[in-house]
C-alpha cells in the first residue's frame, strides 16, 4: 500500500509538474503546537472541551484575532487556543485560520517604512488594533492594517515571537 502511494505521487509529480504536488503534501502536515493562528470568521464560539455539546465559553466577533495554538484534538477538528488575554479553551478546526495576525498590545505602536528605529513613521497603532503579520525578522515585523503598513518591532505586538522569523 504504501509503495502504491509512492508510485501515485510521483505520477503526480511528472504529471503536473513537482510544484503542484508540494500544496497538497503541506496540508496533510500539521504544524507542532504552540504555534500562531487567527480566528477567521466574524463570529466564532470558544468551548471548554473539544465537541459542541460542551457549553461555550466566549463568543469571539472579530475576524482576524490572533490565537494561540495549544493542542490540536480529532486530526485537525478542535484546536486549543489561547487568546492575547491568556484565556484558553476549544474552537473548531474550521474556525482557525493559518493566517498570521497580532494585535498590538500595551501602548501605541509606531508603523516605520523601514524595520529600524530611525525609520521615518508612516503611522500609528493604537493598542487593540490588530493587522495582518508578513516579513518578520530581526525582531521587526511588517504589520497591515487595512492597506495601512509599515514596519513595527516585534516585542510590541501578541501574535509573533519577538525572535521568529516569517518570509
Known amino acids: ?57 466566549w463568543l469571539y466577533q472579530r475576524a482576524d484575532l490572533p490565537v494561540k495554538v495549544l493542542d490540536v484534538y480529532d486530526h485537525g477538528a478542535w484546536y486549543k487556543v489561547e487568546d492575547p488575554g491568556g484565556t484558553q479553551g476549544w474552537m473548531m478546526g474550521t474556525l482557525v485560520s493559518e493566517k498570521r495576525t497580532a494585535v498590538v498590545m500595551g501602548m501605541v505602536a509606531e508603523l516605520r517604512d523601514s524595520p529600524r528605529d530611525g525609520g521615518r513613521i508612516l503611522w500609528r497603532a493604537a493598542p487593540g488594533v490588530v493587522g495582518r503579520l508578513s516579513r518578520c525578522s530581526r525582531g521587526w515585523c511588517h504589520f497591515d492594517v487595512r492597506g495601512r503598513g509599515g514596519f513595527v518591532e516585534a516585542n510590541h505586538l501578541w501574535g509573533v515571537e519577538p525572535t521568529e522569523e516569517l518570509p
Open 1 to 57: 500500500m504504501r509503495n502504491r502511494a509512492r508510485i501515485l505521487l510521483a505520477a503526480m509529480a511528472i504529471t503536473l509538474g513537482v510544484g503542484a504536488v508540494a500544496p497538497a503534501l503541506a496540508g496533510l502536515v500539521q504544524k507542532k503546537p504552540p504555534y500562531f493562528a487567527s480566528i477567521s470568521p466574524g463570529k466564532a464560539r470558544m468551548r471548554t472541551g473539544p465537541a459542541r455539546t460542551y457549553p461555550s465559553s
